[in-house]
């Protein structure tokens, strides 16, 4: 992660100091625990609480002799804590205390992702209501296709993100428990309820059976859920990025005053911010594949998740964070343009009622090779000859003698493509 793609509330959570006071926590907590089942006095839990301190640069310095990160910490922390820090760790081990702290974090971070997607929703509820019934072409392969509308294009990424709100809340679930069962997960040192102990005071759930490390299974379902949020980010970035290109121009990220496109072309607006997202999508996604190879460890345990996490971890957290506050800010401020897209619905001369018309003749006695063959035709003379799709149909003498001139004009109605946007939106929106 670098502070250009990073904001404080979701660097905070993987800085030194959150992380030293989780496993500070985590370790007074069990002392807890542990005094009240009369493993260790009283007394040194209090004093554990009392005088618990450590010092970030004096850590890092034991841990360049010990080379272990864990002990650098304990042992910093009996220097402040005194005698009684020989109770402090009784019966656990490094993972305990590793993968507990990483499950508070990765829960920090979704409570942070969650708001920011809350963001991106209201944002995107609010546009689609805005254009609900702001008619602009629909297409498919890139190319004109029939009418919609702006609103529903935004009412269907919406939805993705409604989902992926949903997906978030069940990772979150599913990566808040907490591991205390001490050597290859067995409880030969250390009572469950310790484990239970901890786990209360942490906001997390126990893990019904960690084999000294808690299954990375649940990691890895954490961070498929980060990447699907992170596709369906690209796939809005992506249709905005399209709609602002020059020949289409129907939408465009907003422009402030002073802003510059180029270092060569002072009349440029680039997509810049959309481009961004795209890329800031595949480092998220990124993280995706080593989750999964994750899962596979030696037995009871490995260390080959450690360094993977330790690096994705915070770079796909924070990375999504930035992403998906930059996205909100784009939505809420996108630039709409009505008049260009009636400009572009009106482009193929009447081409996007194709289907309709391809209908109205089967409704009206033709076969559909038929009437697909006659529609094609027609159609094609729009393409190659610049014609008006209609007028082309009105002198087609098997088009005619199917179906009156009146009714043919009828097929080109464009509130025929919008009748059921109230439904979609109630289905979407409830409203």
């Known amino acids: 992660m670098i502070p250009r793609y990073s904001r404080p509330e979701m660097t905070r959570i993987w800085e030194p100091e959150n992380k030293f006071r989780i496993w500070f926590e985590i370790e007074a907590h069990a002392c807890d625990a542990q005094a009240k089942l009369g493993v260790i006095p009283e007394a040194a839990a209090k004093a554990v609480w009392e005088r618990g301190a450590w010092d970030i640069e004096r850590i890092d310095e034991i841990e360049r002799e010990t080379k272990h990160d864990v002990i650098a910490f304990l042992t910093n922390l009996a220097e402040h804590v005194g005698p009684e820090a020989r109770f402090v760790h009784q019966g656990m081990t490094s993972s305990d205390v590793l993968d507990t702290c990483l499950a508070v974090q990765l829960k920090q971070a979704a409570d942070l992702l969650l708001a920011d997607l809350d963001r991106v929703l209201a944002a995107l509820k609010t546009r689609a209501f805005e254009f609900k019934d702001t008619i602009c072409l629909g297409r498919s392969h890139g190319i004109h296709a029939e009418p919609t ?15 992926n709100r949903e997906r978030l809340a069940r990772a979150r679930d599913e990566i808040a ?11 030969a040192n250390i009572d469950p309820s310790v484990e239970q102990h901890v786990a209360e005071k942490m906001g997390l759930t126990i893990e ?16 498929a859920t980060l990447g699907v949020v992170a596709a369906s980010l690209e796939n809005l970035a992506t249709e905005i990025r399209h709609l602002q290109r020059s020949e289409v121009y129907e939408a465009e990220e907003y422009f402030s005053p002073g802003q510059k496109g180029s270092s060569a072309m002072p009349h440029k607006r680039n997509p810049v911010l959309t481009e961004n997202l795209t890329g800031l999508a595949r480092v998220v ?4 594949v080593p989750a ?15 360094s993977v996490e330790r690096m994705f971890g915070p770079d796909a957290t924070v990375t999504l964070d930035f992403a998906l506050n930059r996205l909100a800010g784009v939505v809420e401020k996108l630039l709409v343009y009505p008049d260009n897209m009636k400009r572009n619905l009106d482009m193929l001369g009447g081409l996007v ?12 006695g033709m076969s559909r090779e038929a009437a697909y063959s006659a529609v094609q035709r027609n159609a094609m003379k729009v393409w190659t000859e610049g014609k008006d799709f209609l007028e082309e149909l009105k002198t087609d003498a098997e088009v005619i003698a199917h179906i009156a001139e009146a009714d043919l004009e009828t097929c080109f109605d464009m509130g025929y493509h919008t009748k059921n946007v109230d439904v979609i939106f109630q289905r979407i929106f409830g409203v």
């Open 149 to 163: 509308t702006f609103g529903l294009k935004l009412a269907g990424h919406y939805a993705a993100f409604a989902r």
């Open 177 to 187: 428990t907490c591991a205390i069962s001490g050597a290859v997960g067995t409880f």
């Open 208 to 223: 019904p059976h960690s084999t000294q490390v808690i299954p990375r299974d649940r990691h890895a379902y954490f961070f």
């Open 285 to 288: 996604r990124a993280a995706v």
């Open 292 to 306: 999964l190879e994750n899962v596979t460890l030696w037995h009871e345990r490995d260390i080959s998740h450690s």
């Open 353 to 364: 009622h194709s289907q309709r018309v391809l209908l109205g003749l089967t409704q009206a």
